[in-house]
């Protein structure tokens, strides 16, 4: 019998998942969060643009600043929810202000989240909670549909369960919907429930758990110029300025839309076919 146990033991074992080793949070300053096997890869340079650079979003842009640079520095700070039309820098920003305090000598992480690995969430908070350094958690276009359970994993962050937030994670997530499930699924679940306040306030009310709301809205034709303008100079490309206006005007008249987006696309044409290099 006990040589049976030994062996339902050691069977047991081999099918045990293999520790996860400690990351080295050291070697980079931004990370991507994995699973299967839980891992967290370092990115050893981030694809963002100048803090600069980002026009239009001045409000948002001073308020993440500041909320962040007092995260890194060891002072209490909000999650924030960067949420609103499509293309206009909620991602871009977020990468910047982690660029631009990292710039400043701050021990500051980014550790990006996809939203399928949210159930994860905690496995990935246990590896961070003590550690030295602060990390942002970035989960990007961050949504939920009528039946999806992920958004209970995001608890987790937010309010920390009976364990709390690690003191040294924050969590930034940008989103097009105010209240992360689309507007006709809350109609739709009030319209058939019994009680139709409740049934869709567990899932509304996620939204309330940010400590900051970043509403990005689109850009009127002077902001998306003065992009435009601020992408040029910053690569040192020269072009008359009606010809640049008529040009970037066109593109968008084209694309049918004006946003951010737009204008760095825009941008990457024109660069491209006058021979410039974008660094």
């Known amino acids: 019998m006990s040589e049976e146990l030994t062996r339902i033991a050691e069977a047991l074992e081999r099918l045990a998942p293999v520790p996860l080793a400690a990351p080295d949070l050291s070697s980079?300053?931004?990370?991507v969060w994995q699973t299967e096997p839980d891992a967290l890869v370092p990115v050893p340079e981030v694809n963002r643009v100048a803090l600069d650079l980002l026009v239009g979003i001045n409000r948002s842009r001073d308020t993440l600043l500041?909320?962040?640079r007092q995260f890194a520095k060891g002072f209490p700070a909000n999650n924030a929810l960067l949420w609103g039309a499509r293309g206009m820098g909620k991602s871009s920003l977020v990468k910047a202000v982690h660029g631009q305090l990292i710039s400043e000598?701050?021990?500051l992480k980014i550790?990006?989240?996809q939203r399928e690995d949210l159930p994860s969430v905690a496995r990935l908070l246990k590896l961070l909670r003590g550690a030295p350094q602060r990390f942002l958690l970035f989960c990007d276009d961050l949504s939920f549909s009528h039946d999806d359970e992920h958004y209970k994993s995001l608890k987790a962050v937010l309010d920390g369960g009976i364990e709390g937030r690690p003191d040294n994670v924050l969590l930034y997530a940008t989103s097009n919907r105010r209240h992360l499930?689309?507007?006709?699924?809350?109609e739709n679940e009030r319209s058939s429930a019994i009680n139709p306040g409740e049934?869709?306030?567990?899932?509304?009310?996620?939204?309330?758990?940010f400590g900051l709301w970043l509403g990005f809205h689109p850009c009127d034709q002077d902001d998306y110029l003065a992009m435009i303008d601020g992408y040029c100079a910053a690569a040192g490309l020269s072009i008359d300025a009606d010809v640049l206006r008529a040009e970037a005007i066109e593109w968008q008249a084209t694309r049918g839309s004006r946003s951010g987006r737009v204008a760095w696309q825009f941008f990457c044409d024109l660069a491209g076919r006058h021979g410039t290099q974008i660094s």
């Not at 980079?28 to 990370?31: K, L, T």
């Not at 049934?199 to 758990?209: F, G, I, N, Q």
């Open 28 to 31: 980079a300053d931004a990370f």
């Open 66 to 68: 500041a909320n962040t």
């Open 105 to 107: 000598g701050l021990d």
């Open 111 to 113: 550790v990006e989240l």
């Open 181 to 186: 499930m689309p507007r006709d699924m809350i």
């Open 199 to 209: 049934a869709v306030e567990e899932k509304v009310s996620l939204s309330d758990r």
